[in-house]
C-alpha cells in the first residue's frame, strides 16, 4: 500500500521540542524529494521544509534555525526536529513526497502552550 504515516506530534511547551517522523511504504522512498508543511487552524496549509534526494534540506524562513529535516533511506523515513517552539507552531503537520510530490501522510497534531 502506498502511504506516508506520520508520527511524534503532541503537546510542547513553548521553547520545547519534538521530533516529527514520516514513514513512507509502497515507494522507492530514497528517489524523491521529501517535505514538511503545515497548517494552523483558519490558515492555509504552507511549506516548512524540504529536503532533497541527495539529502540538500531548504526551509522556511519562519523555522530557519530552529527545525531541522533529515531522512533514514534505510528505514524509508522522513523526520522533523523541531526546537525552541513557538506558540505560532501549532499547527498539523504534514509530510509529502513521492511520484511527483503527489502523496500526502494524513497528518500529525503539535500543539505549543505557554
Known amino acids: 500500500q502506498v502511504q506516508l504515516a506520520e508520527s511524534g506530534g503532541g503537546l510542547v511547551q513553548v521553547g520545547g521540542s519534538l521530533r516529527l517522523s514520516c514513514a513512507a511504504s509502497?515507494?522507492?522512498?530514497?528517489?524523491?524529494?521529501m517535505g514538511w508543511y503545515r497548517q494552523a487552524p483558519g490558515k492555509e496549509r504552507e511549506y516548512v521544509a524540504l529536503i532533497s534526494r541527495p539529502g540538500t534540506a531548504s526551509y522556511a524562513d519562519s523555522v530557519k534555525g530552529r527545525f531541522t529535516i533529515s531522512r533514514d533511506n534505510a528505514k524509508d523515513t522522513l523526520y522533523l526536529q523541531m526546537d525552541s517552539l513557538k506558540l505560532e507552531d501549532t499547527a498539523v503537520y504534514y509530510c509529502?513526497?513521492?511520484?511527483?510530490?503527489?502523496?500526502w501522510g494524513q497528518g500529525t497534531q503539535v500543539t505549543v502552550s505557554s
Open positions: 509529502r513526497g513521492g511520484p511527483g510530490f503527489g502523496l
Open positions: 509502497g515507494i522507492n522512498f530514497s528517489i524523491y524529494a
